[in-house]
């Protein structure tokens, strides 16, 4: 005798497929493409942020050494700079010493 073939919408296993159950069991089956397509959608999502990620890493990156290289020329120029300020500051303070010592001298010859 050939083995009966069970129908899988007959979901209560009463031999007998109503509305109801092929209703059910259309319901199922679009449930589990729904998430099937959702899983696809989520892992595509998913690379998609690590390929966004790894560009704003290295983006990031550049700027970073983009900053670095910015900031060490801001420092070779304040460091120019305040060797120019030093060089004037020391000409005005010998200027003021020799005058100063002129002024001392003149006024030790008339005292």
Known sequence: MAEEVKNPMDL???GK???GE???YYAG???EKLENATNK???ELKEDAKAVGAKAKCKAK???AMASVKAKEVGAKAKCKAKEVYADAKEEVSEAAAKAKA???ELTKKG
Do not use: P
């Open 12 to 14: 209560n296993g009463d």
């Open 17 to 19: 497929v109503t509305l």
């Open 22 to 24: 092929r209703a059910q």
């Open 29 to 31: 089956k679009a449930g």
């Open 41 to 43: 959608v989520a892992a």
């Open 62 to 64: 550049e700027v970073g």
């Open 103 to 105: 002024k001392v001298s």
